[in-house]
């Protein structure tokens, strides 16, 4: 080894070269923000679509901003259940993935965006949401109300279907007696649209109160069936396209207001990205997802049109009805139905 380097003096120049390295990075870690992303569902990229996007924004947003700002993922609802995240989210700086059962309490008028049958593939679905007037009005309205602001429309695994343990569903009649899993108060109404009945069951419990028939069926995209193992106490599936399958992202303001100019734009346009990800996945996943319960064990039926034209007409006026009784003002209907084409 060469002498000079080994040195008194080139010992004390190698120590103060590693203790400056070493602040460097103290200091950058110190100036890095870190912001909490809380969301339901396992963390399962393949299995859970709302987990695939929070994993995507989190890469995204740490390349854009190139480590100045950080996501930790809290799956699993860690940081508490719907109405606890969404207090958690309106008063600290932070990210969260909300629901229906999340954000209603606040906005009773995202109801209108599941009213069933509205939309006839992604594409409509999509219009809607990137496009339509509704949303626009629905994200001002929310922030007046809340502080908080709903930054985007999640997919989460496709549109709903219904799965009984009876009898096959083909038609309105066919739900008659049944007993459903809802996980919220709309769904409950839908049910009682078709002569069935609705009880909330929150979604850690819909596997045993199907395998111990506290309920006959439920509603959710192949995605979630799988997810739940469903498929194990559930023997019949129709694919009737019932509602588009969504969650909300929801941004604190301060969270927001705290950013630089090149931040927000970077935490934007990884949003953006994130969601054009996660709807590439779940739509080139739907049919695959299908066969796989066919596979296990499940009687799979596609509606005819006639046959989906009859539910619709079985739960549409009903459901109409049902916002109307919440005391939601009907501009919010009106809007929604002429984005969705169908006023």
């Given amino acids: 080894m060469n002498k000079a380097l080994n040195s008194p003096v080139h010992k004390k120049l190698f120590k103060s070269c590693v203790l400056g390295f070493g602040a460097l990075l103290t200091s950058l870690t110190v100036s890095a923000q870190t912001i909490n992303l809380s969301y339901n569902g396992a963390p399962d990229a393949d299995k859970n679509a709302v987990h695939l996007f929070a994993s995507n924004l989190k890469k995204l947003v740490e390349e854009k901003t190139n480590g100045s700002l950080s996501l930790k ?13 969404m207090e958690q989210v309106m008063n600290t700086p932070s990210l969260n993935i909300a629901s229906f059962g999340g954000v209603s309490p606040q906005f009773p008028e995202i109801f209108v965006s599941a009213i069933p049958f509205m939309f006839s593939d992604f594409d409509s679905a999509r219009h809607f949401f990137d496009q339509g007037e509704y949303w626009k009005a629905s994200q001002k309205e929310f922030f007046q109300r809340t502080g908080t602001h709903m930054l985007a429309v999640i997919e989460e695994g496709g549109f709903l279907a219904f ?4 009898r096959p569903i083909h038609s309105p009649e066919d ?4 007993r459903f899993r ?7 109404a839908l049910y009682e649209s078709f002569g069935a009945s609705g009880t909330p069951i929150p979604w850690t419990e819909v ?10 069926g439920q509603m959710n ?38 950013l630089s100019e090149t931040e927000r734009k970077a935490l934007d346009e990884a949003v953006l990205e994130a969601n054009r990800l996660n709807r590439d996945a779940v739509q080139s996943q739907v049919e695959k997802r299908i066969q796989f319960l066919a596979d296990n064990g499940m009687e799979v039926y596609r509606p005819s049109a006639d046959e989906l034209q009859a539910f619709q007409q079985a739960s549409q006026p009903s459901f109409l009805a049902w916002l109307k009784a919440q005391n939601i003002d009907q501009k919010w209907i009106d809007m929604a139905l002429k984005d969705a084409g169908l006023n």
């Fill in 73 to 85: 993922l809290y799956p699993n609802s860690m940081l508490g259940e719907e109405d606890e995240r």
């Fill in 163 to 166: 799965t009984n343990n009876k």
């Fill in 175 to 178: 739900f008659k007696g049944l």
């Fill in 182 to 188: 809802a996980m919220d108060k709309s769904q409950v």
């Fill in 207 to 216: 596997y045993m109160a199907l395998r111990t028939s506290v309920a006959d």
């Fill in 221 to 258: 995209p192949p995605m979630y069936i799988i997810l739940g193992s469903l498929h194990e106490v559930q023997k019949y599936l129709t694919l009737a396209n019932i509602q588009y399958s969504d969650q909300f992202l929801v941004a604190n303001d301060e969270l927001l207001n705290s």
